[in-house]
């Protein structure tokens, strides 16, 4: 079923992004659509001020981290936000079931229904799908530094070798429902909704799962039973990694985690920011206005 808006809509595209050249080639056919190349930097500022003017619906072209600046603009604003996915995992779009075919993509832009998602916030950065803290920055940071090089799945195996092999524990408070838990963990992970840790679908979205902020937290110990625990989770699922000491895991509204040190680097839907501590995480429940299936 379609909504009545007033078209052509506005389709913001970054024109810094590798991918912004098959989004202008994509949208230079669809007449539904009024082509809006922008710097990322002035990506937030141009989506509040559409969102202000009473635009209905907005395209935004691009990955994950696009998409996540245009839904911090956007979110708790009655303007909703269509996606053309045009990152390497658009891990946002296929929870959502948004096609990344560009043609399929416009068609749903234009015709689909908006309907209202959970985000995440910590201390008040929206994320959408997760925020990680400890290894996975740091294997973040090394796929970065290589990508250029090797390209992205090949720095991918590499960056993963190398942060399992300098594998360190951090001391991390987490309150949970007004409850301290202290761990010594090598990651913590949190995602917005229920999460799979099970192939094919490792950290996508759980169809019709839990809503509220899934955290995982891996206890500190010897690397081989950590390996074996991850092992466990990827073959037989969650469930039978959580009954063990080494993995603990919660669906909640809200959490704080605190840490012995102050600007800490943390991974926010694939991108390292760096955040004071402690950091506050919270769901908001419906805040975002989304055109998916």
Same mark, same amino acid.
């Given at each position: 079923?379609?909504?009545?808006?007033?078209?052509?809509?506005?389709?913001?595209?970054?024109?810094?992004?590798?991918?912004?050249?098959?989004?202008?080639?994509?949208?230079?056919?669809?007449?539904?659509?009024?082509?809006?190349?922008?710097?990322?930097?002035?990506?937030?500022?141009?989506?509040?001020?559409?969102?202000?003017?009473?635009?209905?619906?907005?395209?935004?072209?691009? !990955?994950?981290? *696009?998409? =996540?600046?245009? @839904?911090?603009? #956007? +979110?708790?604003?009655?303007? $909703?936000?269509? /996606?053309?996915? %045009?990152?390497?995992?658009?891990?946002?779009?296929?929870?959502? !079931?948004?096609? *990344?075919? =560009?043609?399929? @993509?416009?068609? #749903? +832009?234009?015709?689909?229904? $908006?309907?209202? /998602?959970?985000? %995440?916030?910590?201390?008040?950065?929206?994320?959408?799908?997760?925020?990680?803290?400890?290894?996975?920055?740091?294997?973040?940071?090394?796929?970065?530094?290589?990508?250029?090089?090797?390209?992205?799945?090949?720095?991918?195996?590499?960056?993963?070798?190398?942060?399992?092999?300098?594998?360190?524990?951090?001391?991390?408070?987490?309150?949970?429902?007004?409850?301290?838990?202290?761990?010594?963990?090598?990651?913590?992970?949190?995602?917005?909704?229920?999460?799979?840790?099970?192939?094919?679908?490792?950290?996508?979205?759980?169809?019709?799962?839990?809503?509220?902020?899934?955290?995982?937290?891996?206890?500190?110990?010897?690397?081989?039973?950590?390996?074996?625990?991850?092992?466990?989770?990827?073959?037989?699922?969650?469930?039978?990694?959580?009954?063990?000491?080494?993995?603990?895991?919660?669906?909640?509204?809200?959490?704080?985690?605190?840490?012995?040190?102050?600007?800490?680097?943390?991974?926010?839907?694939?991108?390292?920011?760096?955040?004071?501590?402690?950091?506050?995480?919270?769901?908001?429940?419906?805040?975002?206005?989304?055109?998916?299936?």
């Amino acid at each position: 079923m379609s909504e009545l808006h007033v078209l052509p809509l506005p389709a913001f595209v970054n024109s810094r992004a590798g991918s912004a050249d098959k989004a202008r080639e994509a949208l230079a056919d669809a007449s539904a659509f009024e082509l809006r190349a922008t710097e990322p930097e002035r990506l937030d500022d141009e989506l509040r001020a559409i969102a202000a003017a009473g635009t209905q619906r907005v395209l935004v072209a691009g !990955g994950d981290g *696009t998409i =996540a600046t245009a @839904a911090s603009a #956007l +979110a708790g604003t009655q303007t $909703a936000l269509a /996606v053309l996915p %045009g990152g390497t995992l658009n891990h946002f779009a296929r929870d959502l !079931g948004i096609p *990344t075919d =560009a043609a399929q @993509a416009l068609e #749903l +832009a234009t015709r689909g229904r $908006a309907t209202p /998602v959970d985000v %995440g916030y910590v201390n008040d950065r929206l994320f959408l799908n997760t925020s990680t803290l400890g290894a996975y920055v740091r294997f973040v940071r090394m796929r970065d530094a290589m990508e250029h090089r090797l390209g992205y799945w090949l720095a991918s195996v590499v960056a993963g070798v190398r942060a399992m092999a300098s594998l360190r524990s951090y001391r991390v408070t987490l309150e949970v429902e007004g409850a301290e838990r202290t761990y010594r963990t090598p990651v913590l992970f949190i995602g917005v909704g229920e999460r799979e840790l099970q192939f094919p679908k490792l950290g996508g979205r759980v169809q019709e799962g839990r809503r509220g902020l899934h955290v995982l937290v891996v206890r500190g110990g010897p690397f081989r039973r950590l390996l074996g625990v991850a092992l466990l989770a990827l073959v037989r699922g969650l469930r039978p990694a959580s009954r063990t000491y080494w993995l603990d895991e919660f669906i909640v509204e809200r959490c704080r985690v605190e840490i012995p040190r102050h600007g800490v680097a943390v991974a926010v839907d694939g991108e390292v920011v760096t955040l004071s501590a402690p950091f506050e995480y919270r769901l908001e429940r419906d805040a975002l206005r989304v055109v998916r299936p």
